[in-house]
């Protein structure tokens, strides 16, 4: 691999670099991929090189999956799963009354525009990694590997050199924008309540990835908007999406589904949490106040333990059966003893037993949805039988 530039990170020809992955030369334009960022005695420096460090997948869809982020889909994929339960249980075994079409659209929908999501994230990270702010240092810490790496997908896809930041942008908006149409059935539906939570949604979505742009404090205000992304995940991914996949479905809101979504949404919060106890340096360095760097590393190793507690709590609640907690605990068991133990065995964000931390607990995420699910499978069990 050759290098073939060094620039400056604060010029506009290294901005549209690292932006666009390509340098005209003439008429041509030859692959630029920066590779690495150092301080040199003139400020922050690129390194860029004419060809990617692995060989990337050779089909378009290969290369997109890579840059999903798979593994935190269960937080658009769950609430669909607990919804079809429950609609399936209340029904039996009278056939469901419910709206289909309209909520498997509007369900991958929900899918589309988190993958969306997803991929503007991973586009702001890598751009925020490269491009420094120069005032008021809002970089990542190159010294800190959880700044480097958020998930297994998108970061190879950018970091790698496979993808552009503003190709990927470009994919981003397409899903997102295709997601959002496939959500157009359900609203037609129930234009008020649908419109009103998709307008709260998609206000919560921008303060939860803008929340990380405000300039520096005024004097005696500290950035501490951050801390609000913990609530504003349970309430996205927990009662607000559980809500709209409802209305989707059966044009109304069932309590013990809304209970069942404060469930999801704490379990939400813990993946949120896992991905904050890696960050507290970099949070700490921009003066971002999250639950994680609030507490300290020491004391948010703890939260973990009641986040899991109060979830199955919630499932009891929601399902009226202390059966309900004991099948999704069991369904989680084990990922919960690996993440409790990885945790346990950390001694600070930049260790590397945390890393896969947020895919675990997007797994114990997934794992809680099943137990619901099997829990009301296992109610018609019975009368199955019988027949």
Not at 27 to 53: C, H, K, M, N, W
Not at 67 to 74: A, F, M, Q
Not at 255 to 280: F, S
Request: charged share 15%; aromatic share 10%.
């Amino acid at each position: 691999m050759t290098t073939s530039l060094i620039l400056p990170a604060g010029t506009d020809e290294c901005r549209q670099l690292v932006w666009s992955h390509a340098r005209k030369v003439g008429q041509l334009a030859t692959p630029a991929i920066p590779v690495e960022r150092y301080d040199g005695l003139a400020g922050p420096q690129i390194i860029f090189q004419s060809t990617p460090r692995l060989q990337p997948p050779t089909h378009l869809f290969s290369l997109w999956l890579k840059s999903i982020r798979v593994y935190s889909l269960t937080a658009s994929v769950a609430p669909t799963l607990v919804v079809t339960a429950w609609i399936y249980e209340s029904s039996f075994p009278r056939a469901p009354l419910w709206n289909f079409q309209e909520g498997a659209l509007a369900s991958i929908g929900v899918i589309l525009i988190q993958i969306a999501l997803n991929q503007l994230n991973e586009v702001r990270k890598y751009l925020r990694f490269f491009l420094p702010d120069p005032e008021n240092t809002r970089s990542l810490d190159p010294s800190n590997p959880a700044s480097l790496l958020s998930g297994r997908n998108s970061v190879s896809v950018l970091h790698e050199g496979w993808v552009s930041p503003k190709k990927l942008f470009q994919w981003a908006w397409v899903t997102g924008v295709f997601g959002l149409l496939l959500g157009i059935p359900a609203l037609m539906r129930f234009p008020t309540q649908l419109a009103l939570l998709t307008l709260a949604a998609i206000l919560g979505i921008f303060l939860y990835l803008g929340m990380e742009r405000r300039t520096s404090p005024r004097p005696g205000h500290s950035r501490d908007l951050k801390v609000f992304r913990d609530v504003l995940a349970f309430i996205l991914v927990g009662p607000a999406l559980i809500a709209g996949l409802s209305l989707a479905y059966l044009n109304y809101v069932p309590q013990p589904l809304l209970i069942l979504g404060l469930a999801l949404g704490t379990a939400a919060a813990a993946i949120v949490h896992a991905n904050n106890l890696q960050d507290i340096p970099d949070d700490l360095s921009l003066s971002s106040r999250t639950l994680a760097s609030a507490l300290g590393f020491r004391l948010s190793k703890s939260v973990f333990g009641f986040l899991y507690l109060a979830s199955l709590g919630c499932i009891g609640w929601g399902t009226e059966s202390l059966i309900a907690s004991l099948i999704a605990g069991l369904m989680i068991l084990r990922p919960l003893l690996h993440l409790l133990k990885t945790v346990k065995n950390s001694t600070g964000p930049t260790s590397p037993h945390l890393f896969g931390l947020r895919e675990t607990a997007a797994l114990i995420h997934f794992r809680l949805a099943l137990g619901i699910a099997l829990h009301y499978s296992a109610v018609q069990w019975p009368m199955l039988l019988n027949n």
